[in-house]
T-cell receptor
Framework: GDSVVQTEGQVLPSEGDSLIVNCSYE??????LFWYVQYPGEGPQLHLK?????DKGRNKGFEAMYRKETTSFHLEKDSVQESDSAVYFC???????????FGSGTRLQVQP | NAGVTQTPKFQVLKTGQSMTLQCAQD?????MYWYRQDPGMGLRLIYY???????DKGEVPNGYNVSRLNKREFSLRLESAAPSQTSVYFC?????????????FGPGTRLTVT
């Protein structure tokens, strides 16, 4: 079945640091890929998406490139801010499936 | 526009009790979903409804039932709660099932089963 792996449970950069949050996926189909963000006490919300290989999703200075050759969709930002602190979930949706498959999430806590 | 609303926000049940979690959306979306979120495991799909009148099992349906009451409302029922069902439950909706449609999530219901 489909799976999404996020290797870091938590990352603790300082404000102004660059960021990479890893996401790898396994599927036999041609998925769409997503990053969702969740703030405390709220449900997840869509952060960015890429619908096919070599697409790049962008939002609020974050980027993620859909890399089919390495089955990855890493989330990157050049300079993080305290307000970026949240839990970030990588997710995929296969063409043949009906709902999202989520990774386990990465808590981003930006230090002032 | 309230988006996706869920009631209650918090609930404590004893083992064996039953309850229904309510979800409603005001975006005229066709598809609705129930997920559970457990620490270190992300969100897992319990049931979904592609359109009014249809429901299907997701990844973890055991111990749950759902009803798509109308286009707006999608409820999740626990007939006999177990401690393993302690979790945060999220309802979501989207225009359709394809990956092109964004899913909108409610604020969640935090359920504890003792």
């Amino acid at each position: 079945g489909d799976s999404v792996v996020q290797t870091e449970g938590q990352v603790l950069p300082s404000e102004g640091d660059s960021l990479i949050v890893n996401c790898s996926y396994e599927t036999t189909q041609y998925p769409s890929l997503f990053w969702y963000v969740q703030y405390p006490g709220e449900g997840p919300q869509l952060h960015l998406k890429a619908m096919k290989a070599n697409d790049k999703g962008r939002n609020k200075g974050f980027e993620a490139m859909y890399r089919k050759e390495t089955t990855s969709f890493h989330l990157e930002k050049d300079s993080v801010q305290e307000s970026d602190s949240a839990v970030y979930f990588c997710a995929l949706m296969d063409t043949g499936r009906r709902a999202l498959t989520f990774g386990s999430g990465t808590r981003l806590q930006v230090q002032p | 526009n309230a988006g996706v609303t869920q009631t209650p926000k918090f609930q404590v049940l004893k083992t064996g009790q039953s309850m229904t979690l309510q979800c409603a959306q005001d975006m005229n979306h066709n598809s609705m979903y129930w997920y559970r979120q457990d620490p270190g495991m992300g969100l897992r799909l319990i049931y979904y409804s592609a359109s009014e009148g249809t429901t299907d099992k997701g990844e973890v349906p055991n111990g749950y039932n759902v009803s798509r009451l109308n286009k707006r409302e999608f409820s999740l029922r626990l007939e006999s709660a177990a401690p393993s069902q302690t979790s945060v439950y999220f309802c979501a909706s989207s225009e359709g099932l394809a990956g092109a449609y964004e899913q909108y999530f409610g604020p969640g219901t935090r359920l504890t089963v003792t």
